[in-house]
């Protein structure tokens, strides 16, 4: 005879024998549920005064109206200046990212700092090394980008009066449970569910591994680029919710403060950079939920081939690996990043301003306020070649279109 089985109360009673009810685990995602244990013995760490607390405070919603004016498009386009205080220029990969040099960001004039803004505007992540700058000067150099930004749930400095430094802390009290969360979850642009998501944002290594711990950026220019046309017009047609619940779920399960209620924002999924013109994919698995209007078979198809692309496809990532006082600077605007886990059990600690930007621009809004065509900004389609066309020497001389060998 099979054996029977009943359920009262949430207890489970088979062929009469009960048996108490089993407990889901409590699993440990860092990106939605921060550590609140942090190492305690730090009496000799020199940064100390940087390490996470999550204050007991509320702050006023925002509202998507604050002034910002994009030092960008101040700039010169050929940023003279700020190449000329550098000793090297190093672009990383065709698509994104540039190291640069010889040059101490305190030291930059406001005509650099504009330059800088477009350099990151085009390549996507800029990155510096050897910087001696303090946060405080950080978020001054930030604050000419953009009104700072402060988060509702991550931590902020033992320090008082740095509450719009978002704190990056990791040590070996607590471990990620790889249970609690895929790697493609953690690609994600900052906070993008605010009305006016981030613009140039810096993030500084003050403490880091001896070795891993490295960061990875995607060129959402070169994510919606590689698509057909046809495709690349239908997505500009949507728009996507964007989702802070899950972040603030998190942070009351570790028993914290909400500072600021989420939100839920609609964005275009393929946004303008509003200086260059480009056009970007604006998703992310971090935040993104659904693509607003359509069937949830089709939303969950469309974002997940785009999740899977910024997060598999090495042809439009950079990936970066940290020294202490290395910065970035990255437009959070039209790329996305995810930091890597593999440095249990040393202590990462960084520092992150953040300035807001403009809200999010779809294709159509941005040609109709400024009479201009939105762009792709492509290395392919700067040499004259469109998605999927041959090399033209091969086509023009008649040889075989032949596959990619390594």
């Known amino acids: 005879m099979a054996p029977v089985a009943t359920e009262t109360n949430g207890t489970t009673t088979t062929n009469g024998v009960s048996k108490a009810p089993v407990k889901a685990n409590v699993l440990f995602n860092p990106f939605y549920s921060p550590d609140t244990t942090g190492d305690v013995n730090d009496t000799d760490y020199k940064y100390a005064k940087y390490k996470p607390r999550f204050p007991d405070v509320h702050w006023e919603p925002l509202d998507g109206n604050l002034p910002v004016t994009d030092r960008a498009q101040f700039a010169d386009p050929e940023k003279k200046a700020l190449f000329a205080a550098a000793s090297k220029i190093q672009h990383l990969t065709p698509a994104i990212g540039t190291e640069l040099s010889g040059i101490d960001l305190r030291q ?3 005509a650099q700092k504009d330059e800088l803004a477009l350099l990151v505007a085009e390549r996507g992540v800029v990155f510096f090394r050897d910087q001696e700058i303090t946060i405080e000067e950080q978020l001054e150099l930030a604050r000419h980008f953009g009104p700072l930004h402060k988060h509702a749930t991550t931590p902020v400095p033992r320090q008082p009066g740095l509450e719009e430094v978002h704190i990056v802390y990791n040590d070996g009290t607590r471990r990620p449970d790889p249970s609690a969360f895929s790697k493609i979850e953690l690609w994600h642009s900052d906070v993008s569910y605010e009305l006016q998501p981030p613009s140039t944002t810096s993030l500084k290594l003050i403490t880091g591994p001896p070795y891993g711990g490295d960061t990875l950026w995607s060129s959402g220019y070169a994510l919606y680029s590689s698509f057909s046309p046809g495709f690349q017009k239908y997505l500009e047609g949507l728009t996507a919710v964007h989702s802070a619940v899950a972040q603030a779920d998190g942070a009351r399960a570790a028993g914290l403060t909400v500072r600021r209620e989420p939100v839920e924002s609609v964005h275009p999924v393929v946004r303008v950079h509003p200086v260059t013109g480009y056009k970007s994919i604006y998703v992310n698995p971090g935040f993104t939920r659904r693509i607003v209007g359509l069937p949830k078979a089709e939303s969950d198809a469309i974002l997940q081939l785009l999740f899977s692309q910024i997060a598999d496809n090495p042809d439009f990532q950079v990936r970066f690996h940290w020294e202490v006082n290395s910065i970035a600077f990255w437009d959070n605007r039209i790329v996305t990043h995810s930091a890597t886990f593999d440095f249990f059990p040393h202590v ?49 001389a008649g040889r075989p279109v032949r596959g990619y060998n390594d």
């Open 348 to 396: 990462r600690h960084a520092l992150r301003a953040t300035p807001h930007g403009e809200r999010p621009t779809a294709v159509a809004d941005y040609e109709a306020a400024t009479g201009k065509a939105a762009r792709l900004r492509d290395e392919w389609a700067r040499l004259g070649v469109a998605p999927g066309e041959p090399e033209p020497s091969a086509a023009a």
């Open 108 to 110: 930059l004039t406001n």
